[in-house]
């Protein structure tokens, strides 16, 4: 059973910088898109950046010029660099690897705390 490590969550000052990492426990093959999605306290959770295994990347509007997505698609593994950081950040970060195998099979992380405030 794969499962997805995420690390680098913390308290941050608002401005401030963190950087998450999310390593699969062992090689996905048929890897196809690599995602960070979070999820605040009352809210749905909402797809913030994917980096595709042809480089292809996207971000939310929120987090556009901010927040860069990286990652290794060979060694299963992604980061999200997380820049000038605001209070509305503050959330459950979530890191979803998907693979075709057959149909899709997606693969979750923990999820691990962002806390922005001062």
């Known amino acids: 059973q794969v499962q997805l490590v995420e690390s680098g969550g913390g308290l941050v000052q608002p401005g401030g910088s963190l950087r998450l990492s999310c390593a699969a426990s062992?090689?996905?093959?048929?890897?196809?898109?690599m995602s960070w999605y979070r999820q605040a306290p009352g809210k749905q959770r909402e797809l913030v950046a994917t980096i595709s295994s042809g480089g292809t990347i996207t971000y939310a509007d929120s987090v556009k010029g901010r927040f860069t997505i990286s990652g290794d698609v060979v060694n299963s593994t992604v980061y999200l660099q997380m820049n000038s950081l605001k209070p509305e950040d503050t959330a459950v970060y979530y890191c979803?690897?998907?693979?075709?195998?057959?149909?899709?099979?997606?693969?979750w992380g923990q999820g691990i705390r962002v806390t922005v405030s001062s």
């Open positions: 062992q090689i996905i093959t048929w890897l196809k898109d």
């Open positions: 979803n690897m998907w693979a075709r195998v057959g149909g899709r099979v997606d693969f």
